[in-house]
């Protein structure tokens, strides 16, 4: 926090907190002079200011034993809070508000970030003396999230806060956060009033493209061509430049001038910023756009790009962008990193809002998220990236927004090498975009592989219910793509169940009798198939349900009324081949009609056509596409109707212990390095995972003496390779102390240099071959594995990844294909699943704590009737910058 960290207030604005240096005295008394005597006395209990400048002198002089921080808003110095230790876990706090930011959050915000360093530091209570008639303050110490004593003596209330992160205060921050981003989003996607700059009077200009996208779109606020070298564009007066108040300012000149334009906008009180213009850290160019962050931030401006389309709100008819097209209103809001991509997926989703973020400088999926959260016109988020810039923020947001409105992502980039060299099972598997599945995964968010598999999915989402299950009644007019669809229900997890005798051919007979009248008297064709649903020769009445080529509109929308009313079935798919039957027009009518007001989720498939039916029903060309989109929406429905659980904390752990044995290493190692097997077993066991007993030998008469005092059969293992078995590092069932010293011997002579000693381990049963590993990216923070181990560990890679800490390990089990030998297979004993999920468990909570584990295997992890014993382990360290706090709210 050398540098400090912007974040977003309570109205919007933009603050920058950081440590207090010597070099803000100056800043600090300009702070008391500006100050209200209310304020002075409030802060400092005594009249005037006499006392409050001479403590300003105090803590930024050589003796000051405090912490304090500082925000500045508009590059000004606007607050001070510290806290000073009293004595051993406790210390004093205060802090100063500048009276023109009362009301705009800062003293919370202030008071979080104190609290959060306090804690980092070992303070466990604060403690304040504030005057009963400051009922702002008591009132916001009382809000903050945290546990807080309090009791009056005279005029003062003496408050205790336990300066601990807790659930309440992570739901307090995050709430804040939410509010904050909302409106600082606010004026940039609804602005009353745009300004274009670079408005040119060249109609293929993109400034010029812009301006008429609003002027066409409708946009009901002021619009105002900024160039100083024309008067009139558009049949707009033009200004020089940009008027002062405006909302959204969207900049199209070339990136020589954006930084001028910018400060004219910071002068201007400019809301936000889109920058159209490339040439920036794309091409290379990182200095100007960071410094174009800046203007912004000290502005307190959000940047959406540079090196963007632009914005669009269909809903306040906002079309801030040089978009070919127009958007059409529907309820999807969509981000793209890519302009191209963002572009094509416009011409086939009806949208809500769309970001092209470009360079995403500073307005990321991240704060979108947080504003499409509560917008009343959107239903479903479609997010297209090609990178994180904070992937366990994304991954916190997404979880809660995911509750309310599915979350689509596909994200580019997924052949990617990790890029570091790796030794361990674990690391090997873990590639980033493992990461990033682990990740999402864990949120509810819906990835998807392709941006055409997420326009097929968005338009279920925005369309339909959620289904309730996978139960899929396939009705249609053509058996093949109906046995297609089947087929394809059957690969992603659906289920195509048997229908009750008599569903069609009784309930809908009888409703396809009056389907047809109704049809007959507005001219639709009904004398066809007089037998009816039950009754048309050659009619497949199971599950798919195939009326024949000849079923009439009619017919075919009677039959999705009456599964859409069967207990049976929890989604109706549609197969309809045009032209058969009454046409495609009449058909799709039908379906539209049977389709309103159901409670369960249709849609179809009218072969060889993509499209909406009746502006609601999704309809795909092709049956796959149909049922690739379900299934992705039933699995939505599946994670969002589980509880929530959070990761249980494993008994017995000493992380003190952990931790100093981690600070040695690398005090030692200051570059990293494997743990020697003692320090990986003594590493494990504070955590609550033991290891086999080894001993450690260096020559055939001390492996042979080993393996007496272990006990025989034994095991004799090479120290030094990477993967022992792959180099006959690994010798087994030694029945003698003798085949022991021998086994040492040929070892040594085939791997040679290779082999530093060796491990002696007494024979452990039987039982199945697991391997739990993890591994620590930076970036997306720690990654645990489990899979078929041993031996087969990369042969089969049969794997489940999560993000630490882990919540559900029993369903990382339950996801591997091996799964059925743990719960006895043919005729197998079952063995301590239960076990294994604790070791999972245990492993989650080191890789959490401890960041500098980079790569870790326990391989193979036996499990027998009984437990779950390790009997090989390898641990690498790795230096790392501490995570920051998840409850630190700063821009990214």
Same mark, same amino acid.
């Given at each position: ?18 440590? %207090?240096?010597?070099?803000? *005295? ?41 912490? #304090? ?12 809070? +510290?806290?000073?230790?009293?004595? +051993? ?43 009963? +008639? ?9 809000? %903050?999230?945290? &546990? ?20 309440? %205060? ?10 904050? +981003? ?34 066409? /779109?409708?946009?009901?606020? !002021? ?65 100007? &756009? ?9 502005? /307190? ?8 389309? /632009? ?8 079309? =801030? ?7 059409? =209103? ?55 990236? &090609? ?5 366990? $923020? ?10 309310? $409105? ?156 009456? %599964? ?30 049977? =389709? $309103? ?88 066991? !504070?955590?609550?995972?033991?290891? =086999? ?7 055939? &008469? ?45 070892? #040594?002579? *085939? ?41 087969? !560990? ?9 993000? !630490? ?5 029993? @369903? ?13 297979? *043919? ?24 960041? @500098? ?40």
């Amino acid at each position: 926090m050398s540098e400090g960290y912007d974040v977003l207030l309570r109205d919007g604005g933009i603050a920058h907190v950081r440590h %207090l240096s010597p070099g803000d *005295r100056q800043a600090l008394h300009d702070l008391v002079t500006r100050s209200s005597e209310r304020s002075a006395y409030l802060r400092f209990f005594t009249g005037g200011r006499n006392t409050a400048h001479r403590y300003m002198d105090r803590i930024t002089g050589p003796g000051y034993r405090g912490h #304090a921080l500082v925000a500045t808003v508009h590059g000004r110095l606007v607050a001070v809070a +510290e806290y000073i230790p009293i004595d +051993e876990g406790s210390a004093d706090l205060a802090i100063l508000i500048d009276d023109e930011m009362h009301g705009h959050g800062l003293g919370t915000l202030m008071l979080e970030h104190v609290a959060l360093d306090a804690a980092a530091h070992g303070v466990h209570e604060l403690v304040a003396d504030v005057l009963t +008639e400051n009922r702002p303050m008591i009132r916001v110490l009382r809000d %903050l999230g945290l &546990e807080v004593t309090q009791h009056f003596e005279g005029g003062t209330l003496h408050v205790g806060i336990r300066a601990e992160p807790s659930a309440g %205060l992570a739901a307090q921050i995050a709430g804040r956060d939410h509010v904050a +981003e909302r409106a600082s989003l606010a004026r940039v996607l609804a602005p009353r009033s745009v300004a274009v700059i670079g408005a040119s009077r060249d109609p293929d200009a993109v400034g010029h493209k812009v301006l008429r996208n609003l002027l066409d /779109g409708g946009f009901p606020g !002021a619009v105002h061509p900024v160039n100083p070298r024309a008067t009139e564009v558009a049949g707009l007066p033009c200004v020089p430049r940009v008027p002062d108040g405006v909302d959204l300012a969207v900049v199209a000149v070339p990136a020589a001038r954006v930084l001028e334009v910018a400060r004219d906008c910071a002068d201007a009180g400019v809301a936000g910023l889109v920058v159209l213009s490339s040439g920036f850290a794309e091409t290379g160019d990182r200095e100007s &756009e960071a410094e174009l962050l800046k203007v912004c931030r000290t502005a /307190g401006m959000r940047l959406i790009g540079p090196n963007c389309l /632009g914005v669009v709100n269909t809903g306040a008819r906002l079309n =801030a962008s040089f978009l070919p097209h127009s958007p059409v =209103a529907g309820r999807v809001a969509l981000l793209s990193q890519s302009g191209a991509v963002g572009a094509a997926l416009l011409e086939r989703l009806d949208v809500s809002s769309f970001v092209s973020v470009g360079n995403k400088a500073d307005v990321s999926g991240n704060d979108l998220l947080e504003y499409w959260e509560d917008d009343a016109g959107t239903d479903v988020i479609a997010l297209y990236l &090609e990178s994180f810039g904070n992937p366990r $923020k994304f991954a916190r947001i997404a979880r809660r927004v995911g509750r309310r $409105k599915p979350v689509l992502l596909v994200k580019s980039g997924r052949s990617q090498a990790g890029g570091r060299a790796v030794r361990s099972h674990t690391a090997a598997a873990a590639t980033p975009d493992v990461a990033v599945d682990a990740l999402v995964r864990a949120s509810g968010v819906i990835r998807l592989d392709s941006v055409h598999d997420l326009i097929d999915t968005a338009k279920l989402l925005a369309g339909q219910p959620l289904p309730a299950g996978g139960r899929v009644a396939i009705v249609g007019n053509s058996g093949g793509p109906e046995a297609m669809a089947a087929d394809a229900c059957e690969l992603a997890g659906l289920s195509v169940p048997e229908l009750p005798p008599g569903l069609l051919g009784g309930r809908a007979a009888q409703n396809g009798r009056a389907a047809r009248n109704r049809a007959a008297q507005n001219g639709q064709g009904g004398q066809r198939g007089q037998g009816g649903q039950g009754g048309r020769p050659g009619a497949a009445l199971g599950n798919p349900i195939d009326l024949t080529a000849d079923a009439t509109a009619a017919e075919l929308g009677e039959a999705v009324r009456t %599964l859409s009313a069967a207990p049976e079935v929890d989604a109706v798919l549609i197969v309809y081949t045009p032209p058969f039957g009454s046409g495609l027009a009449e058909t799709q009518e039908a379906v539209a009609d049977a =389709a $309103k007001g159901s409670a369960k989720t249709v849609l179809a498939c009218t072969v060889g056509l993509d499209g909406l039916i009746g502006g609601r029903v999704p309809a795909y060309a092709f049956p796959e596409q149909a049922v690739a989109a379900l299934a992705a929406a039933v699995r939505y429905a599946r994670w969002r109707e589980r509880p929530e659980r959070p990761p249980a904390t494993p008994p017995a752990v000493d992380a003190g212990s952990a931790r100093r044995l981690v600070d040695l290493e690398l005090e030692e190692h200051p570059d990293g390095c494997w743990l020697s097997p003692a320090a990986t077993a003594r590493l494990l066991r !504070a955590y609550g995972i033991s290891l =086999a007993e080894s001993i450690g030998v260096d020559a055939p &008469e001390s492996a042979a003496e080993a393996a007496m005092y272990v006990g025989l059969p034994a095991v004799l293992k090479a120290v030094g390779p990477v993967h022992k078995s792959d180099v006959g590092g690994v010798r087994l069932g030694l029945q003698t102390q003798a085949a022991v010293r021998q086994a040492y011997k040929e070892m #040594a002579g *085939r791997l040679g240099g290779e082999m530093t000693g060796a491990l002696v381990q007494r024979m452990v049963p039987g039982g199945v071959e697991i391997i739990v590993g993890g591994v620590n990216y930076p970036v997306f923070g720690p990654l645990v594995m489990v899979g078929m181990g041993g031996v087969t !560990a990369d042969l089969l890679a049969d794997r489940a990844f999560r993000a !630490a800490p882990v919540a559900d390990p029993e @369903e990382m089990i339950a996801e591997l294909r091996c799964a059925p030998l743990l719960h006895g297979y *043919r005729g197998s004993p079952p063995v301590n699943a239960a076990a294994l999920a604790e070791q999972i468990s245990r492993v989650s909570a080191l890789l959490d704590d401890l960041p @500098e584990v980079a790569e870790l295997d326990l391989n193979p992890v036996i499990v027998t009737p009984l437990a779950a014993a390790v009997v090989d382990a390898r641990i690498r360290l790795a230096p790392c910058e501490p995570p920051p706090s998840p409850l630190l709210r700063h821009l990214r």
